[in-house]
């Protein structure tokens, strides 16, 4: 397999970043579909391995995981382009609704066409599921894990963090203890098919790059990046002392969102809402609400938080708000080019390393119970719009979406992009029948 050109991955992640909805797992589902499936750019032992690695770095999973991919692919530049073009869209997308939100309030048609696309996630979540857990579960310790990891979460209300930090010392221990458990005989630096992939576990360099020297230096870098914009704003914009409170709160936001974001949602509503009082309550829900319907990742409803702290801090400016936007989108995700790029050395030296393998094999299964979670808190709120879940409740309507789309999904091989204009055209049908 050559590797494509960077024109031929721009276009990818171009697209990728218009046809992300739906969360992490709808993310990781297009992703593994196209990266893994239909192009071969990437085997699917390498797409899991860097998968559990991102799953425990802070910040979005899929993000991080594109900005990796890109770096293989085409060195930084690469890494670069692929996570910013995964934000972009939907940061644009939420300023666009923003504005109209502040503007005229909450369109009826608009969420009607987005409500139309929600059952469409849920067929994308439920592949993404049956994808994961087909190659990750390879036996019935990685099965038991999952299913731990999904009771946990479900049933007591354990953070995501918690139980990848149990599944870490439950590897640890089998790996000293019992290696056995963790891998199939000759599994271990095996795989069903590495072969025709760009990059693969043949693809690993001998040598194993340095890691202090390079993160020291990449370091610097994003410390005088993450200045810059900061000085802009003593100089040039009035009340610095707003914009430096902005600016601190949401780099500190971007070191805490480990577990993904449904972890930081809550801790940035809380401290916004209640504390720094930069928007209502009501308002932080309307904006979970509008980033529930962008592409990108979940994480992004911060900037609409960002938009609203300018705009009410400012007395109704759309410029001020627009700026508030921008700037918590950029320090929302500069670290999170930092992890990847100081921590992409470390993914190559642990692939065909047996103790690691097998940890970083437990943290996935700990990633299929969540995405099963995630399926059913989705699924509810989409089949059982009124939070009673009961046959009489249950929207028949949505229900055979998700079948019509699995259908199309599975049966017809409908791509993403044409699923995507099919569900909010049948959203926008839906509301103007009344049904």
């Known amino acids: 397999m050559q590797r494509p050109t960077f024109s031929e991955a721009l276009r990818f992640w171009f697209k990728l970043g218009w046809i992300s909805f739906g969360g992490t797992a709808a993310h990781i589902a297009i992703m ?5 499936q239909k192009k071969r750019w990437i085997s699917n032992g390498s797409f899991l391995h860097a998968l559990s690695h991102c799953m425990i770095l802070p910040g979005p999973e899929a993000q991080q995981l594109a900005i990796y991919i890109g770096w293989k692919l085409h060195g930084k530049r690469g890494g670069v382009v692929a996570g910013t073009l995964f934000v972009l869209p939907s940061m644009f997308v939420l300023l666009a609704l923003s504005l109209i939100y502040v503007k005229f309030g909450n369109l009826p048609w608009i969420a009607a066409m987005f409500n139309g696309l929600k059952p ?20 019935p310790v990685q ?39 963790l891998h199939r005989p000759g ?7 590495e072969g025709g992939y760009y990059i693969s576990r043949n693809s690993m360099t001998p040598e194993p790059a340095p890691l202090l020297t390079p993160a020291a230096k990449l370091t610097a870098i994003v410390l005088l990046l993450w200045l810059l914009p900061l000085s802009a704003f003593y100089f040039f ?18 070191f805490v969102t480990i577990g993904g974001s449904y972890t930081v949602i809550p801790y940035v509503a809380h401290i916004t809402v209640s504390k720094l009082h930069w928007l209502t309550r009501a308002q932080m829900t309307d904006g979970f609400a509008l980033a529930e319907t962008t592409p990108g990742p979940l994480i992004i409803v911060v900037t609409f938080v960002g938009f609203m702290a300018g705009y009410n801090h400012f007395q109704g400016s759309l410029c001020m708000g627009t700026l508030g936007l921008l700037a918590t989108t950029f320090y929302t995700f500069l670290p999170c080019f930092l992890f990847v790029f100081a921590g992409a050395p470390l993914v190559e030296r642990t692939q065909g390393k047996p103790t690691i393998q097998g940890v970083l094999g437990l943290i996935t299964a700990v990633v299929v119970g969540a995405i099963l979670d995630l399926t059913l808190f989705l699924g509810k709120a989409v089949l059982f719009p009124s939070g009673v879940v009961a046959l009489r409740r249950l929207d028949a309507i949505a229900l055979g979406c998700v079948i019509f789309s699995l259908a199309l ?27």
Request: hydrophobic share 60%.
């Open 409 to 435: 999904l599975r049966g017809f091989k409908l791509t993403v992009i044409h699923l995507i204009l099919l569900s909010v055209g049948g959203g926008l049908i839906r509301y103007l029948l009344g049904l």
């Open 32 to 36: 593994h579909d196209e990266l893994v």
């Open 187 to 193: 599994e271990v630096g095996a795989e069903e098919d």
């Open 120 to 139: 469409a996630v849920i067929a994308l979540v439920v592949i993404a599921l049956h994808r994961v857990a087909k190659r990750a579960l390879r036996g």
């Open 143 to 181: 099965g038991g894990v999952a299913a731990a990891a999904f009771a946990c979460i479900c049933f007591f209300d354990v953070s995501l963090l918690q139980v990848m930090l149990g599944a870490v010392v439950l590897g640890i221990v089998l790996g000293k203890l019992w290696p056995g458990l």
């Open 237 to 254: 914009v009035e009340d610095f002392h707003f914009w430096k409170s902005l600016v601190l709160f949401f780099t500190k936001a971007a």
